[in-house]
């Protein structure tokens, strides 16, 4: 079956740096869009920032200049680099992928969320 495995979330001072990762795991035959979004407590899940399989990014406005998407494909791994963290950045970082399974059509997964929090 396949997977999302997230970690490295955590607490971290204003100003500070974390940076996400996402490992895809299973019977996987390729991955197309990969990305990360947030949502906090009884708010929408909103887009952070994506990447293609070919390496082209897209960010939300709020992280342009602070935040870096990237990905190995050898991996099957999608990071995020969180830098300049904001206390309004607190939320929960959810990673998803457009996969193919060898044996599943194309379909979104999502990972199971990794607590990211800012204090001030």
């Known amino acids: 079956q396949v997977q999302l495995v997230e970690s490295g979330g955590g607490l971290v001072q204003a100003g500070g740096s974390l940076r996400l990762s996402c490992a895809a795991s299973g019977s996987i035959y390729s991955i197309n869009t990969m990305g990360w979004y947030r949502q906090a407590p009884e708010k929408q899940r909103d887009l952070v920032a994506v990447?293609?399989?070919?390496?082209?990014?897209n960010y939300a406005d709020f992280v342009k200049g602070r935040f870096t998407i990237s990905r190995d494909n050898a991996k099957n791994t999608v990071y995020l680099q969180m830098n300049s963290l904001k206390p309004e950045d607190t939320n929960v970082y959810y990673c998803?992928?457009?996969?193919?399974?060898?044996?599943?059509?194309?379909?979104?997964?999502w990972g199971q969320g990794t607590q990211v929090t800012v204090s001030s």
């Open positions: 990447i293609t399989s070919g390496g082209g990014t």
């Open positions: 998803a992928a457009d996969i193919r399974g060898w044996a599943t059509a194309l379909r979104r997964y």
